[in-house]
């Protein structure tokens, strides 16, 4: 059974950082995409950034230059680096894989920052 754990979120001031990490078990062969998505009370979630099995990576405007993501493929791993945190920022950011096509959703974790 494919697994995934989020975890790195917290409360942090505006202009701060996180790194975010999800961590894929269960899966026997490579991940397709690897994404990190949001969602901020009473809105819809949203793409931060994903990354593909080739490395090729897109972002959201909104993060563009603020926001790196990473994969791990030995470690089953995504990362998501994100730098000079703004307040609209804040929100539940969610992993998501496509493996052998079958969408998978972590649990999601809670980045909170304050102005």
């Known amino acids: 059974q494919v697994q995934l754990v989020e975890s790195g979120g917290g409360l942090v001031q505006a202009g701060g950082s996180l790194r975010l990490t999800c961590a894929v078990s269960g899966n026997r062969f490579s991940i397709d995409t690897m994404a990190w998505y949001r969602q901020a009370p009473g809105q819809q979630r949203e793409l931060v950034a994903s990354i593909g099995s080739g490395d090729g990576t897109n972002y959201a405007d909104a993060v563009k230059g603020r926001c790196t993501i990473s994969r791990d493929n030995a470690e089953n791993t995504v990362y998501l680096r994100m730098n000079s945190l703004k307040p609209e920022d804040t929100a539940n950011y969610y992993c998501?894989?496509?493996?052998?096509?079958?969408?998978?959703w972590g649990q999601g974790t809670q980045v909170t920052v304050s102005s």
């Open positions: 998501k894989i496509v493996y052998r096509s079958v969408v998978y």
